[in-house]
């Protein structure tokens, strides 16, 4: 199986700040990567697919970034609603396995 | 609107069985993959189990395999996990999500509100 790290595991930021998350995977996985918001009691929601194609509807401020092993998320300008829990999961093979998580707090 | 709503889950004790059900509207169902995930209390994310529009290509995460399986019907656009010999490490929020294919790439790109299963004595 693919193994997904993600970090930092989590980090404090203010509104504006430029935040960027890492995920590195056990072995290439080439652009097979997706990105995921999740806030507290709700359902993740897709930010990212093919490591750097926005989901319809995310804003601009998220972009995806990387190939190969280490690839990033960045949120260019932190605002108020990013405060969340993002994971990465690969989607290259099965099992699609997810990174452990990246929570955003109030810095 | 789209909606997948999921169903069926509640507390079992270790070793029974429990049948989750993802109810779908809003899009062609019979066209799509579809997934299984889960969340435990305070954890991460875990894959569980796709199956593709035909129920011809399934697959389980290695934690489930042989106590699980996934089931479809389209005419009555429904996702099904039958779960059986449940475990404590079972213990989770279940999510059904549309798997989207595009160019090869695969992501789940709506989700249910989740059904909380729980597996204790």
């Known amino acids: 199986d693919i193994q997904m790290t993600q970090s930092p595991s989590s980090l404090s930021a203010s509104v504006g700040d430029r935040v960027t998350i890492t995920c590195r995977a056990s072995?290439?996985?080439?652009?097979?990567l997706n990105w995921y918001q999740q806030k507290p009691g709700k359902a993740p929601k897709l930010l990212i697919y093919?490591?750097?194609s926005l989901q319809s509807g995310v804003p601009s401020r998220f972009s995806g970034s990387g190939s190969g092993t280490d690839l990033t998320l960045t949120i260019s300008s932190l605002q108020p609603e990013d405060f969340a829990t993002y994971y990465c999961q690969q989607s290259y093979n099965v099992p699609r396995t997810f990174g452990q998580g990246t929570k955003v707090e109030v810095k | 609107e789209v909606q997948l709503v999921e169903s069926g889950g509640g507390l079992v004790k270790p070793g029974g069985s429990l049948r989750l059900s993802c109810a779908v509207s809003g899009f062609t169902f019979s066209s799509y993959s579809m997934n299984w995930l889960r969340q435990a209390p305070g954890k991460g994310l875990e894959w569980v189990s796709s199956i593709d529009p035909s129920s011809g290509y399934i697959f389980y995460a290695d934690s489930v395999k042989g106590r699980f399986t996934i089931s479809r019907d389209n005419a009555k656009t429904s996702l099904y996990l039958q779960m059986n010999s449940l475990r404590a490490e079972d213990t989770a929020v279940y999510y059904c999500?549309?798997?989207?294919?595009?160019?090869?790439?695969?992501?789940?790109?709506?989700w249910g509100q989740g059904t909380m299963v729980t597996v204790s004595s």
């Open positions: 072995q290439n996985i080439t652009n097979y």
């Open positions: 999500a549309r798997n989207y294919e595009n160019r090869r790439y695969y992501y789940s790109d709506i």
């Open positions: 093919a490591a750097s």
